[in-house]
């Protein structure tokens, strides 16, 4: 690790240039061993998925300095660095012609916005070498194109080749194979999959990638980084060269993010009073490989400002997030229900995403919150031709961000905060009429808020109920624990509310969807009896709830009322 020391550490956040953290004297935490992984990877083309904010520009930065042919002299920059001490790497030290490209920016509402910007990232790119143009090494049709790239004006055929062919002109005047390092390779695609573009973004990226990277003779190394491995179909078919790392594989799991040791130095060094344990609560949990990581970002803010608090969740959009857990059905939520409580739940890994199938395959949606950084994946074994993981909530700044959404789903759907709180007091009251208008409203609200990409989206009740002990959940921790679909006495209740210590309130409902030639009433009277008859209160009578309220309720349609039947007691019912 290099860089000040002491209290007057120079953090530097949000900064992600090599260079300008090491002239600067800025706080650089020594990776380089990364450069020395890269190097010695076998593959000719490899991919770096890891989440968002863990220091992926950085290393591909610090990559590119080590390896560019450049003009000035460079080795300072890296002179007590863990890379300049193996000496065996210097004969790689500015010897390469490199391509440094970062589509962190290109998320734009249209395929016509997000060609333009690529063409223009392109044409930047060009520019750069624009020297080409002067050594007579390229024919008049390349120098053709060459032009028509710095001007961005090239034809879509022409940019589908602009790295390909830019590597043939680098080639042939510095007589050395050329490096190609792309940062946040994926964010056009999870711009386009968000904005109804997919297909067209796919074709493109697919060319313009497979291009550059299959086959390419004037190819030394290539690395990407981004947070997914998109799936091979989708936009590496062909590229047989490619060696994937995810955050499951061992090589480089300290290259992204922070280790206990580095955290415990930085600590040190940047004078922090609060407890290490602490840290590691709030952000500590990931596992890359068989690492145990930090979140990185969030250390180093945490660091600036002398407490833990939240900030990774805050430098990125939660939205896809909070709609793929709205839109599934009944069992995602009662797993979800057990990673708020601190379990783990085992689940098949798919590492290859296809984005459409997040909405429709819950195991593809369980790997893509694991490789955005919301799970941690722990006890993996292959099973048969899968792999199979324990996932869990990593630590106490993710777990945040799950209450969050639930929080802001049921402040939204009954209309604010208050509506909340008058919720949960009627539900503790067994306020069956107060209750009843507010899940009205939660039934009726809910279509608005979930209307995305100006297509609604129809949430059976069945959902919405989901969501909404969800949202109880995250509401009334700590004093209560809110459990759904769980044994109690002869059968499984919808909901129950337990109180903490005994001589709490504790609620148990049970909630019917009329059926096809059943009216309303009798739904509603069928509820009752199944709480009465299963004896759904021993829970509570156990944990010495008073008073116990049951409470039924019946839907018929997503936009009709739920009709309420209740009765309270503290006693055991009357035998049956």
């Not at 910007?117 to 050594?135: I, K, M, P, S, V």
């Not at 099973?383 to 789903?409: D, K, M, Q």
Request: charged share 25%.
């Amino acid at each position: 690790m290099s860089g000040a020391s002491g209290p007057s550490l120079a953090l530097s956040i949000g900064a992600s240039d090599f260079r300008t953290l090491r002239e600067q004297g800025r706080l650089y935490v020594d990776k380089t061993a990364f450069i020395a992984r890269v190097l010695d990877d076998p593959g000719a083309v490899i991919l770096l998925p890891r989440p968002r904010r863990f220091g992926k520009t950085t290393n591909l930065s610090t990559l590119r300095y080590f390896l560019e042919k450049a003009d000035d002299d460079r080795s300072p920059l890296f002179a007590d660095l863990a890379v300049w001490r193996e000496t065996r790497l210097r004969e790689h030290f500015g010897r390469y012609p490199v391509l440094w490209l970062t589509f962190k920016d290109v998320k734009k509402p249209t395929w016509d916005a997000c060609f333009a910007l690529t063409r223009e990232l392109l044409g930047e790119l060009y520019a750069q070498h624009r020297y080409l143009l002067d050594d007579e090494l390229l024919t008049s049709d390349e120098a053709a194109i060459f032009r028509e790239l710095l001007a961005q004006r090239a034809a879509p055929s022409h940019c589908e080749l602009a790295l390909r062919n830019l590597c043939r002109f680098l080639r042939r005047h510095h007589r050395q194979p050329v490096v190609i390092l792309i940062d946040e390779y994926d964010t056009p695609i999870h711009a386009a999959f968000s904005a109804g573009y997919y297909d067209q973004a796919i074709d493109f990226f697919r060319t313009l990638l497979g291009a550059a990277l299959k086959d390419n003779e004037d190819l030394f190394k290539g690395v990407l980084t981004g947070i997914l491995r998109i799936a091979k179909e989708s936009i590496f078919s062909g590229l047989n060269n490619l060696r994937v790392y995810s955050l499951l594989h061992p090589r480089y799991g300290d290259s992204f993010g922070f280790t206990e040791a580095e955290v415990a130095d930085l600590a040190a060094r940047a004078g922090y009073r609060g407890e290490l344990a602490e840290l590691r609560d709030w952000y500590n949990g990931y596992l890359f490989g068989d690492t145990v990581i930090y979140n990185p970002w969030s250390i180093l803010n945490a660091l600036a400002d002398g407490r833990c608090s939240v900030y990774w969740v805050n430098t990125g959009s939660n939205d896809l997030i909070d709609e793929l857990l709205m839109r599934q059905g009944a069992s995602p939520h009662e797993d979800i229900e057990r990673l708020l409580r601190g379990e783990g739940i085992r689940k098949p890994i798919v590492e290859n995403t296809v984005l459409r199938d997040v909405y429709l395959d819950e195991d593809a949606m369980w790997s893509f919150l694991l490789f955005c950084g919301y799970l941690k994946a722990s006890e993996v074994r292959r099973e048969e031709v899968r792999e199979i993981a324990t996932l869990s909530i990593p630590n106490s700044e993710v777990r945040e961000v799950f209450h969050g959404l639930f929080r802001t789903w049921l402040r939204r759907g009954l209309g604010g905060e208050r509506e909340v709180e008058g919720l949960t007091r009627a539900l503790l009251a067994g306020d069956t009429e107060a209750v009843e208008q507010r899940l009205a409203r939660l039934l009726t609200e809910s279509a608005s808020y979930f209307d995305t990409a100006g297509n609604a989206v129809e949430m059976p009740p069945e959902q919405v109920y989901h969501a909404f002990v969800l949202g109880l959940l995250v509401h009334l921790q700590p004093q209560y624990l809110v459990r759904s679909n769980r044994e109690s006495g002869q059968g499984r209740f919808d909901v129950m509310i337990v109180p903490r210590s005994a001589g709490g309130p504790g609620v148990v409902l049970e909630l019917k969807v009329k059926k096809k030639g059943e009216t309303l009433k009798q739904a509603l009277a069928k509820a009752l009896q199944q709480i009465e008859t299963q004896d759904y209160a021993a829970e509570l009578r156990a944990v010495g709830a008073s008073p116990i309220h049951k409470l039924a309720f019946a839907f018929d349609g997503k936009a009709t009322a739920a009709a309420p039947c209740c009765r309270s007691s503290t006693s055991r019912p009357a035998s049956r």
